[in-house]
Nanobody, 125 residues
């Protein structure tokens, strides 16, 4: 599956952005999806994940502020980010994992075999 992320940009602290990741090439509903981010000098980390069945996971830093969702009819996964903070500044990547169990959440970076190109989110203070 090929992934194309979009929606990043420059926003003030407290603002919102919605990232989108469009998938093509394979049956999107067969994939669990994740949003990761990587800040300069830091390792890539999982922000949120959604299973093929729609169950979700959030990193502690994202809980209460970010919402991951998927629209299988549009082959797209979204990350709604509210109450953004300067520490949310990073390149955000979407990733896909062909799942074995429909409701399983994959949290390990190494489990994801397909990655988008990344979209930069900059939050100014």
């Amino acid at each position: 599956v090929q992934l194309q992320a979009s929606g990043g940009g420059l926003v003030q602290a407290g603002g919102s952005l919605r990232l989108s990741c469009a998938a093509s090439g394979r049956t999107f509903s067969d994939y669990a999806m994740g949003w990761f981010r990587q800040a300069p000098g830091k390792e890539r980390e999982l922000v949120a994940a959604i299973s093929g069945g729609g169950t979700t996971y959030y990193a502690d830093s994202a809980k209460g502020r970010f919402t991951i969702s998927r629209d299988n009819a549009k082959n797209t996964v979204y990350l709604q980010m509210n109450s953004l903070k300067p520490e949310d500044t990073a390149v955000y990547y979407c990733a896909a994992k062909l799942y074995t169990y429909r409701y399983y959440i994959y949290t390990e970076t190494s489990k994801y075999g397909n990655w988008g190109q990344g979209t930069l989110v900059t939050v100014s203070s």
